[in-house]
């Protein structure tokens, strides 16, 4: 199984802070027919995870462009620029190119 | 607005079985490859089993730690996804998601509530 490790396990940052999370998996993502199925989602407290990026780079509908994601074969990278309050809760990265699919440890954001 | 309503949790016993429901609206069910996840105790997300849609002869795939043990199915008809667990075991137990894949740019894009499953002697 491809084995998702996401670094660090927590973050403290302060409102309108910058920070990153990294997705380090254990095989490439590349698929076959040459894309990347890497996503990010937000679990933010109490509520099921929602997708922020698709695809390594592609912010899903809604999302604002304080979050991009970046990254190729087998490391990859969430940025989170100008934090604001709802930006907290655990995020994970997951692939979808292999099965069994598989899901990041998890990094929980919090604020300093 | 899409919406996917998990029921059929619960406390089992180990050894026991339980069936979850998913009903959805919202989207085109149809033609979604609809998912079961489950989060543990602790956190971790796991994807446990994938049922195609009728285009794709509704093949499934499922991890290899539940096959055997749990069976996915659907009923176009009913917009719904079911997930048959038997011989539960304590480890089962979670918070399990229905959610569902159309494209891959809305790829679990959209989860319901959860149910939970405790298993428990």
């Known amino acids: 199984d491809v084995v998702m490790t996401q670094t660090p396990v927590s973050l403290s940052v302060s409102l309108g802070g910058q920070t990153s999370i990294s997705c380090r998996s254990s095989q490439s993502l590349v698929h076959s027919d040459g894309n990347t199925y890497l996503y990010w989602y937000l679990q933010k407290p109490g509520q099921s995870p929602q997708l922020l990026i698709y695809?390594?780079?592609n912010r899903f509908s809604g999302v604002p462009d304080r979050f991009s994601g970046s990254g190729s074969g087998t490391d990859f990278t969430l940025k989170i620029s100008r934090v604001e309050p709802e930006d907290l809760g655990v995020y994970y990265c997951y692939q979808g190119t292999h099965y069994p699919y598989t899901f990041g440890t998890g990094t929980k954001l919090e604020l300093k | 607005e899409v919406q996917l309503v998990e029921t059929g949790g619960g406390l089992v016993q180990p050894g026991n079985s339980l069936k979850l429901s998913c009903a959805t609206s919202g989207f085109t069910f149809s033609t979604a490859w609809m998912n079961w996840i489950r989060q543990t105790p602790g956190k971790r997300l796991e994807w446990l089993a994938q049922i195609e849609d009728k285009s794709n002869n509704y093949f499934i795939s499922y991890l290899e730690s539940v096959k055997g043990r749990f069976t996915i199915s659907r009923d176009d008809s009913k917009s719904s996804v079911y997930l048959q667990m038997n011989n539960l075991k304590e480890e089962d137990t979670a918070i399990y998601y229905c959610t569902y894949v159309i494209t891959t740019e809305d790829w679990f894009a959209y989860w319901g509530q959860g149910t939970l499953v405790t298993v428990s002697s």
């Open positions: 695809k390594v780079s």
